[in-house]
């Protein structure tokens, strides 16, 4: 047992369903108890949720609570992870840094690539973006692509911090035929469903099935044929049986970092097939537990083989399995610990 624990703050909201917010949920169950507490967030308005972090219950009205719940955990903790950089004023960082705590946040896409959706976009300007993270002492890319490409005047660590996967939430089942393609994820134009839709018209026999919600979701509905299955957004358990009947992950988009759903899929034995825009072969072996592709025509092309290729997807399938036991929650944590040991 550790006398003195380290107080880890995790800039979050533990009970609702978001992708930062859900790494924060994995990150205050998987740190080790004997040497970090922690401490986060909760919104009144979500179901409550199982976390052994001490939470800050943001109450109504949501604006004032959370300045208080922020300035709460800034003022008790040693450590503080911001991973939210358009929700957390620059003043939260000053003051973080103004009272001697040990600062970090994590980058989850090319932060410089302005053809798309980029952080130099939405600060509204590099000079902007280097002012808000100058005060960030220690910022850790998801994956190598994202470091190496970080060439827009913010300083990234050399080392990577992959986020994990709650492998114990999802069963593995080796897939043997072809019967339903999956996409999860926002419905809107950078996620580039149409595809998904156009695709689904290329085979009728084929079932497609979306799930997420989003401001495009009237529209696709309206334009999809008659084997696209729409669901609303799920909750993880609910996802984890929806996954049991899926076989195939196809994610269109050509603007991400590393898709958390990769990672979900892949516990069941869902391979995905995943464009190469985004450093993809940094986790997926294409043909051996995925797919990487150049275009739509490729695309097309990988699922006229798992048709036709007697055991290619069973091949796939357990390949995805077994890369997913690589970014088990419980084996990501260890690096996740040293690093918070080794701030600066």
Same mark, same amino acid.
């Given at each position: 047992?550790?006398?003195?624990?380290?107080?880890? !703050?995790?800039?979050?909201?533990?009970?609702?369903?978001?992708?930062?917010?859900?790494?924060? #949920?994995?990150?205050?169950?998987?740190?080790?108890?004997?040497?970090? @507490?922690?401490?986060?967030?909760?919104?009144?308005?979500?179901?409550?949720?199982?976390?052994?972090?001490?939470?800050?219950? /943001?109450?109504?009205?949501?604006?004032?609570?959370? !300045?208080?719940?922020?300035?709460?955990?800034? #003022?008790? /903790?040693?450590?503080?992870?911001?991973? *939210?950089?358009?929700?957390?004023?620059?003043?939260?960082? +000053?003051?973080?840094?103004?009272?001697?705590?040990?600062?970090?946040?994590?980058?989850?896409?090319?932060?410089?690539? +302005?053809?798309?959706?980029?952080?130099?976009?939405?600060?509204?300007?590099?000079?902007?973006?280097?002012?808000?993270?100058?005060?960030?002492?220690? +910022?850790?890319?998801?994956?190598?692509?994202?470091?190496?490409?970080?060439?827009?005047?913010?300083?990234?660590?050399?080392?990577?911090?992959?986020?994990?996967?709650?492998?114990?939430?999802?069963?593995? +089942?080796?897939?043997?035929? %072809?019967?339903?393609?999956?996409?999860? $994820?926002?419905? *809107? &134009?950078? *996620?580039?469903?149409?595809?998904?839709?156009?695709?689904?018209? &290329?085979?009728?026999?084929?079932?497609?099935?979306?799930? $997420?919600?989003?401001?495009?979701?009237?529209? %696709?509905?309206?334009?999809?044929?008659?084997?696209?299955?729409?669901?609303?957004?799920? &909750?993880?358990?609910?996802?984890? !049986?929806?996954?049991?009947?899926?076989?195939?992950?196809?994610?269109?988009?050509?603007?991400?970092?590393?898709?958390?759903?990769?990672?979900?899929?892949?516990?069941?034995?869902?391979?995905?097939?995943?464009?190469?825009?985004?450093?993809?072969?940094?986790?997926? /072996?294409?043909?051996?537990?995925?797919?990487?592709?150049?275009?739509?025509?490729?695309?097309?092309?990988?699922?006229?083989?798992?048709?036709?290729?007697? *055991?290619?997807? @069973? %091949?796939?399938?357990?390949?995805?399995?077994?890369?997913? %036991?690589?970014?088990?929650?419980?084996?990501?944590?260890?690096?996740?610990?040293?690093?918070?040991?080794?701030?600066?």
């Amino acid at each position: 047992m550790h006398k003195n624990k380290t107080k880890i !703050f995790l800039g979050a909201f533990l009970n609702v369903i978001n992708a930062q917010n859900i790494n924060c #949920l994995s990150l205050a169950k998987h740190l080790d108890q004997d040497r970090f @507490s922690v401490y986060a967030l909760s919104l009144y308005s979500a179901p409550n949720v199982k976390t052994k972090a001490r939470l800050f219950n /943001c109450f109504y009205p949501f604006r004032l609570s959370s !300045f208080f719940g922020f300035i709460w955990g800034i #003022l008790i /903790c040693d450590i503080i992870y911001f991973p *939210k950089h358009h929700s957390t004023p620059k003043w939260m960082l +000053i003051l973080s840094n103004i009272l001697g705590r040990k600062l970090f946040t994590t980058i989850e896409n090319n932060m410089c690539d +302005i053809d798309k959706i980029s952080m130099i976009n939405t600060f509204g300007g590099r000079k902007n973006l280097f002012n808000y993270f100058k005060h960030v002492p220690n +910022i850790f890319g998801i994956t190598k692509f994202i470091i190496s490409n970080a060439k827009c005047g913010v300083k990234l660590e050399d080392q990577v911090l992959y986020l994990g996967v709650e492998l114990d939430l999802f069963k593995y +089942i080796n897939r043997h035929n %072809l019967i339903n393609v999956v996409f999860v $994820g926002s419905l *809107k &134009e950078r *996620k580039r469903v149409r595809e998904f839709l156009k695709l689904a018209n &290329e085979f009728p026999k084929i079932k497609f099935n979306v799930i $997420g919600d989003g401001i495009d979701s009237e529209l %696709l509905k309206f334009n999809a044929s008659s084997n696209v299955i729409f669901f609303d957004h799920l &909750e993880q358990d609910e996802l984890s !049986f929806k996954f049991s009947k899926m076989d195939l992950l196809f994610l269109p988009s050509k603007s991400e970092g590393f898709p958390k759903v990769i990672l979900e899929a892949a516990a069941s034995g869902i391979p995905s097939i995943v464009y190469n825009d985004y450093g993809a072969q940094e986790w997926l /072996c294409d043909n051996k537990n995925g797919f990487i592709v150049d275009n739509f025509v490729d695309v097309v092309d990988v699922i006229n083989r798992l048709l036709n290729e007697d *055991k290619l997807l @069973s %091949l796939v399938s357990n390949g995805a399995y077994n890369m997913s %036991l690589d970014f088990d929650w419980k084996k990501q944590i260890k690096i996740w610990e040293k690093v918070i040991e080794n701030l600066k």
